[in-house]
């Protein structure tokens, strides 16, 4: 079956412009979460959404940040007035019913801010 | 709160020698540990997972409470195991926490 999708794969954008990142879970998985993946970093948690439950916002960094999911699939994370600082790769996962299981991930978005 | 700590940025070892990840872990409950793997160019994928107790690729990992840690062993290592390793602990919150990871090279 189809795997965790992200969309665009690169994605290279000026400071203070927004830029919206993609992510199309696994079908069937009730649970999404958005990372931030820097070098030498580790991945840093960002959002987490199960079924319709409000999301876990506890990770985004600022208000910059936001992310939305729609239907209980797809989900779109938002970064507004963009800094260099932003520049990272941005990772979805998703799981089966969220809590313990096993983390499917998608490829990543490379975020480059110039 | 939950921590993640691998000590190690880089491993490097010759190919056929054994390899140790380490992993420490820092949480009051009973944790579920995971460790993931990041091979080049592709995406971040599930190793093993301490409640199935397997053995994936020749790599094994024991969860010991008395010293919280959950490092990651290969008696023989492989050039195919170089890769990005990831240890992760997921408890109450249901949100992993993950470690800054180890890259592993395996020489030839």
């Known amino acids: 079956g189809a795997g965790v999708s992200q969309s665009p794969s690169n994605k290279v954008t000026e400071k203070g412009k927004d830029v919206e990142l993609r992510c199309d879970p696994i079908?069937?998985?009730?649970?999404l979460y958005w990372y931030r993946q820097s070098l030498g970093q580790g991945l840093e948690f960002l959002i987490y959404?199960?079924?319709?439950?409000?999301?876990?916002k506890s990770g985004l960094p600022s208000d910059r940040f936001s992310a939305e999911r729609t239907g209980g699939s797809v989900s779109t994370l938002t970064i507004q007035r963009t800094q260099q600082e932003d520049s990272a790769v941005y990772l979805c996962?998703?799981?089966?019913?969220?809590?313990?299981?096993?983390?499917?991930f998608g490829p990543g978005t490379r975020l480059t801010v110039l | 709160a939950q921590r993640v700590t691998q000590p190690e940025k880089l491993l490097s070892v010759f190919k056929g020698a054994p390899v140790e990840l380490k992993c420490n872990y820092s949480?009051?409950?009973?944790?579920?540990l995971f460790w993931y793997v990041q091979y080049s160019r592709q995406r971040l994928q599930l190793l093993l997972r301490?409640?199935s107790r397997e053995s994936i690729k020749g790599f094994t990992a024991d969860l010991n409470k008395g010293e919280t840690s959950f490092h990651l062993k290969k008696p023989f290592a492989q050039e195919e195991d170089s890769a990005m390793y990831y240890c992760?602990?997921?408890?109450?919150?249901?949100?992993?926490?993950f470690g800054r990871g180890t890259s592993l090279i395996v020489h030839p």
């Open positions: 949480y009051s409950g009973s944790p579920e």
């Open positions: 996962a998703s799981t089966f019913r969220g809590g313990v299981d096993t983390q499917y």
């Open positions: 079908s069937g998985h009730t649970a």
């Open positions: 959404f199960q079924g319709n439950s409000a999301p876990d």
């Open positions: 992760a602990l997921t408890g109450g919150s249901y949100i992993p926490t």
């Open positions: 301490h409640i």
